[in-house]
């Protein structure tokens, strides 16, 4: 099994700034994912991070808005930038070693937007 | 486009029965996961069960097996001999054979009675 590690656990952030989330997994993986789940909904994939190129956006998701990088096949950030009330949702990292294995999921960071 | 619908927002149980919890899908591809995710308030999501579409035979792990019905599209969760520890949102979702993206449903929250 992989362990993911996300910090910060939790935060408050004031309107218009912009929080940067980390996702540190204990193995090297292949996959690297972020999800965002909105009060009392479902998980929906923001990004698939990609090691040392460009993440892969979702349908209503951009880059200027959720910039992430993955340095390496262990570690990825996913930043929520120019934050609104909107915004406030738990962000989950996840990631798979290889295609067709098991996607493990992070703890998740709970962000409120004042 | 898939879909995961849950159609059980809540459901409750006496602890040591039995409780299935429903979950239909739409996909257009013939190759495909289906998954069942456990929640519990510390927000982590856990993998409970998977489901190859291929395979006829329904999977199980412990108390947990599924009642897999490829033409109805039809996909539910088992829990026997539910246990305290069961109390969680539970979470359907699909993934095409090939594709990374995970489709969830909107989650059954299961509480069980003591």
């Known amino acids: 099994s992989a362990v993911i590690s996300q910090k910060p656990s939790r935060d408050i952030c004031q309107r218009g700034t912009s929080l940067t989330i980390q996702c540190q997994v204990d193995s090297q993986v292949t996959m690297m994912f972020w999800y965002r789940q909105q009060p009392g909904q479902s998980l929906t994939l923001i990004a698939t991070a990609n090691q040392g190129s460009e993440a892969t956006y979702e349908s209503g998701f951009v880059i200027d808005k959720f910039p992430i990088s993955r340095p390496n096949l262990t570690f990825s950030t996913l930043t929520v930038s120019n934050m609104s009330p909107e915004d406030s949702s738990i962000y989950l990292c996840s990631a798979r070693r290889a295609t067709n294995e098991k996607l493990f999921f992070g703890s998740g960071t709970q962000l409120s937007v004042l | 486009a898939q879909t995961v619908t849950q159609s059980q927002p809540e459901m409750s149980v006496q602890e040591a029965e039995t409780v299935t919890l429903s979950c239909t899908y739409d996909?257009?591809?013939?190759?495909?996961?289906l998954f069942w995710y456990k929640q519990p308030p510390s927000r982590q999501m856990i993998l409970v069960i998977r489901q190859e579409a291929y395979k006829q035979q329904n999977a199980t792990e412990n108390r947990f097996s599924v009642n897999f019905q490829k033409a109805a599209k039809s996909f539910s969760l088992k829990i026997s001999d539910s246990q305290l520890g069961d109390a969680a949102m539970y979470f359907c979702?699909?993934?095409?054979?090939?594709?990374?993206?995970?489709?969830f449903g909107t989650g059954t929250r299961l509480t069980i009675i003591p």
């Open positions: 996909t257009s591809e013939s190759d495909y996961y």
């Open positions: 979702a699909s993934r095409n054979f090939g594709n990374e993206k995970l489709t």
